[in-house]
């Protein structure tokens, strides 16, 4: 297919996820997926996946730098994500499947934009990211925070509280108890499903007993917050890690001098320190070797 019909391909197929979500009266329009796109392909396409409750306007001022590098740049939308009801019951009905599909359906639009497609996703999305790397020849997975794990806890322990969510019944917590819904970001939700949060981390378990396919990333960097307060960073070093193999390269980058925040690219939040990572992060997509990177530890941001 030539370069202008792969691109027009891309547009029709943009258009229709649009057509798709205008019909989803929940939907609250400001997140809906969003796309930065110029005017004919680009050499490089990146795909923004965000977290489980949040939407993509999580990546509001981090995708359009990305564009301004020449970049082509895709922020879906998971199923059941962005309604206007903040309290709204609906996550309860997200599936794995939910999340794969939409970000497949992503990584296949952004390879109709450019010969070069990065993925990028934070916690959830970053598990979902990582699992990309292993099953889509693309040239670099970028993995912010990802939910491979609790903090703390053991990989089996983990593992079972995932498992335990699946048989349990569902409930709504919280993500913070003191604030409830008045939590921000507003475009998130302030609850999590049990059995959502439980089939997003079944990923893990599932990222661990998977051999890399004949395609896969050629790159897949985690990027991770010293300070993270939920997740186990060692976990998700040592399951990607043991994926490395001589023409599957896995790099870690450690930031340390964060706040105590699990979101680090969320701009919204209190003391969100994108002014630290997102310089990281667009030097990572523009294929800058983790190892090249400029000193990344930086002084404790005041509480």
């Given amino acids: 297919m030539l370069e202008g019909s792969r691109f027009a391909e891309a547009r029709r197929r943009l258009d229709e996820v649009a057509h798709r979500e205008r019909a989803e009266p929940d939907l609250a329009a400001d997140n809906a997926a969003r796309a930065w796109l110029h005017s004919g392909p680009t050499q490089r396409a990146v795909v923004l996946l965000h977290g489980l409750t949040n939407s993509p306007q999580q990546y509001a001022l981090l995708g359009e730098p990305h564009f301004e590098d020449g970049h082509s740049v895709i922020a879906p939308r998971f199923p059941y994500h962005g309604y206007s ?10 599936t794995l499947d939910d999340l794969l599909t939409s970000s497949l359906e992503a990584v296949s639009i952004a390879a109709l934009l ?3 497609v990065a ?12 699992w990309l790397a ?19 806890a053991p990989a089996a322990v983990s593992d079972g509280l995932a498992a335990a969510f699946m048989r349990l019944a569902n409930t709504y917590v919280w993500w913070d108890p003191l604030h409830q819904i008045d939590q921000l970001p ?37 990027v991770l917050n010293s ?3 939920i997740v186990n960073n060692g976990l998700a070093s040592q399951r990607a890690h043991a994926k490395e193999r001589g023409d599957f390269k896995v790099d870690d980058v450690v930031i340390e001098g964060l706040p105590h925040l699990h979101d680090i690219i969320e701009p ?13 992060l667009r030097r990572l997509v523009n294929g800058v070797r983790p190892e090249l990177l400029d000193p990344i530890e930086h002084p404790p941001l005041e509480e």
């Fill in 85 to 94: 009801d903040r309290m709204t019951n609906a996550l309860e009905n997200l």
């Fill in 114 to 116: 450019a010969p070069r």
């Fill in 119 to 130: 993925v990028m996703g934070v916690s959830v999305g970053g598990t979902i990211a990582a």
């Fill in 134 to 152: 292993l099953k889509v020849s693309v040239e670099h997975v970028i993995a912010v925070a990802p939910f491979f794990g609790i903090i703390y």
């Fill in 186 to 222: 507003k475009h998130a939700y302030p609850r999590f499903s049990t059995l959502a949060l439980a089939r997003a981390l079944g990923l893990s378990a599932g990222f661990e007993a998977t051999a890399p396919g004949e395609e896969h990333a050629r790159c897949l960097t985690l």
């Fill in 227 to 229: 300070s993270d307060p």
């Fill in 268 to 280: 919204t939040l209190p003391r969100a320190p994108t002014e630290k990572v997102y310089p990281v």
